[in-house]
């Protein structure tokens, strides 16, 4: 299979519809559409009704609008055709067996027509990457950072620094190249703190609380604290939906159990775990593993403390409490006139709440406590976030390139300059401007069809 062949797919999404979309990309495009409309090419960009019948039996399968696009002007930068037929089963298996009789077309892989745009140098890898977290976005704030990333946002900033670099390595070459009168001294003494100066605003920008991972991912906030304490029941208040089995039986739950929540405009994964405590059983102990899994890379911690057990915490729950943890104190309904006296596990903790699932006390303060928690965690930054592991990988790599160019720099201009290359080769793999043939398949590989 070449890159040239025509592909198509459905663009609109499966299932019965008033209408679809079937794209067609590639410089069979409009010998495609004639096959099926037998008529002239319609003009570029114009909407125009056809009748579309099979090729090979002539049977009559839509009145469709059709829209086609010129290469280079289109999404992918080749011919592209849409085909807008109403979206039944009988007319989308029409025009599918239609087209697969003509010769040079084939059904698209997914994010094939993304990934032609790619190649075309519509889009970077980052915008392109953008697009995919658009058509997955579920909340406002997900839709946002999406559309920051197709408008190329992070190639924005990421090419930035980049250029930095590459100008950087012009002098630290020239230098090399005429090491004596035919450039000023200095020349890389001043590169040495410029450098110096993009390792730091990289190394800090890495510094982000993972924002835009989890923003795309969904916020991790994991209830934990000991058997009994409520944490199932504290997961179906806040959820609103009576998600996780509670019963009065310590060790009840074992699996982790995950709802989502769109908290605001911002996706939260509430995660409910099994009570810490020395399991019993093999099954219970496997639960607790997985809880700590859990708790150890979570964004936020809910830590339950029974109100008429307080101020005692126990150990298992006690070695949560950071500054990503909320304090919760539990079932204050069963304590009489209760109230929290002062404990130093109250501090260095982001918060603390004394609540009720059964009577309702306390549950909005900890809703409100949560999502301003979420909202501080989550509020834009003034740069761009990074919003995927691939991204990080790749500027971490170059951070540590900067780091060996500052060691050699005082040693061997040469190496040093080597060093600036391979940082700028580095971040180029986020945009996808080197290297980066071996990325694509997996990077591709994770679009819809028809996208
Ligand atoms: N029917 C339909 N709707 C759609 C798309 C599509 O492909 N088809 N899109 C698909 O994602 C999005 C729109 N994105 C698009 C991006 C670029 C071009 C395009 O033709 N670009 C040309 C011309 C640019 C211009 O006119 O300014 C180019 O880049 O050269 C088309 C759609 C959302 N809606
Ligand atoms: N009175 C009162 N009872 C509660 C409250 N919250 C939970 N319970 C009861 O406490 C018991 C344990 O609740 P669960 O939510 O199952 O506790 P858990 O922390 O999930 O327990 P494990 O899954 O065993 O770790 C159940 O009988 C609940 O009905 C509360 O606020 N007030
Ligand atoms: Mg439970």
Known sequence: MTETETIYALSSGAGMAGVAVIRLSGDQAFKALHALDGMAEPKARMATLRELKDPVTGARLDNALVLGFKAPMSFTGEDVVELHVHGGRAVLAGVFGALSTVAGLRPAE????????????????????????????QTAAQREQALQQLDGALKDLYEGWRARLIGHLAHLEADIDFPDEDLPEGVSGAVLPQILVLKDNITQYLVDNRRGEALRDGFRIVILGQPNAGKSTLLNALARSDVAIVSEEAGTTRDVIEVSLDLGGYPVRLIDTAGLRDGVSDIEKEGIRRAEAKAADADLKLVLVRADEWPDIPEAAKRWLDEKAILLIT?????????????????????????????????????????????????????????????????EETVEHLARFTDNAGIDAVLAAEDVRMAARALGKITGRVGVEDMLDVVFSDFCIGK
Request: zero cysteines; aromatic letters at 6%; hydrophobic letters at 40%.
């Open 110 to 137: 997914p994010g094939e027509f993304s990934r032609r745009a790619f190649e075309n140098g519509k889009l970077d890898l980052t915008e392109a990457e953008g697009l995919n977290d658009l058509i997955h976005a």
């Open 331 to 395: 079932q204050v309904d069963r304590a009489k006139m209760f109230h929290v006296e002062h404990s130093e596990a109250l501090s260095g903790i982001a918060g603390h709440v004394t609540v009720s699932a059964k009577s309702g006390e306390g549950m909005t303060d900890l809703f409100d406590t949560i999502q301003h928690y979420v909202m501080g965690a989550m509020a834009p930054r003034e740069l761009p976030s990074l919003t995927r592991i691939r991204h990080r990988r790749a500027l």
